[in-house]
């Protein structure tokens, strides 16, 4: 089955700076990579997801870079402000098929 | 639409004992799975769905039953609970055809003494 691992798993940045997780997935057939940011006692909700046909994605603060010959992808966060603080997690599928998570990253942005 | 919905949202059983976790979602999605999160391990996929009449198994499936036999429900089966089942348990839906999202519930935790 898929592996998706994801560093760090800790990160802690001053508020304005920017933040970046990487994670990185073992199969190729993986097509699809969501990510989730997940607040303290409550469900994971997705913030950005990105294609295999597509290199990188933005939404406004939030950006996803995809490297597929790589096989890794990359959450980046600009101008990071204290309720960006929470655990994200990214994911890797295949169309209509099975999930698999990475680990998570606790993210503090330090005001 | 009220989206996923699962019941109860905490619960505490002993060794042994065996329970149902309920959940159903109104967005006419055809995919469902029940994860677990445990600290440090992220989220991992215990059984899903694709379908009414169409279960498989995920990750870490042993110790849970599922069924399907309707669109909206996916009822998670502990036959003996066990203390490593004590963990927090999502259920997602999603469309299946167009590799979309999932939508989470709010989650249950359980603790198995």
């Known amino acids: 089955g898929e592996n998706v691992e994801q560093h760090p798993s800790t990160l802690s940045v001053q508020e304005g700076d920017s933040a970046v997780i990487k994670c990185t997935y073992s199969?190729?057939?993986?097509?699809?990579f969501p990510w989730y940011k997940q607040e303290l006692g409550k469900r994971p909700q997705l913030i950005i997801d990105?294609?295999?046909?597509?290199g990188e994605k933005k939404d406004q603060r939030i950006a996803v870079t995809l490297n597929k010959t790589a096989k890794h992808f990359s959450l980046h966060i600009t101008e990071t402000q204290p309720e960006d603080s929470a655990v994200y997690f990214c994911?890797?599928?295949?169309?209509?098929?099975?999930?698999?998570f990475g680990t998570g990253t606790s993210l503090t942005v330090i005001p | 639409n009220a989206g996923v919905t699962q019941t109860p949202k905490f619960q505490v059983l002993k060794t042994g004992q065996s329970m149902t976790l309920q959940c159903a979602q109104d967005?006419?999605?055809?995919?469902m799975s029940w994860y677990r999160q445990d600290p440090g391990m992220g989220l991992r996929l215990i059984h899903y769905?694709?379908?009414?009449?169409?279960?498989d198994q995920g990750e870490v499936p042993n110790g849970y039953n599922v069924s399907r036999s309707t669109t909206e429900d996916f009822p998670l089966r502990l036959l003996s609970a066990a203390p490593s089942q004590t963990s927090v348990y999502f259920c997602?839906?999603?469309?299946?055809?167009?590799?979309?999202?999932?939508?989470f519930g709010p989650g249950t935790r359980l603790t198995v003494l």
């Open positions: 199969d190729s057939a993986s097509n699809y």
């Open positions: 990105i294609r295999s046909n597509v």
């Open positions: 994911a890797a599928s295949i169309t209509g098929n099975q999930f698999y």
């Open positions: 769905s694709v379908g009414a009449g169409i279960t």
């Open positions: 967005m006419n999605h055809e995919y």
């Open positions: 997602a839906s999603s469309y299946q055809d167009r590799g979309d999202t999932q939508y």
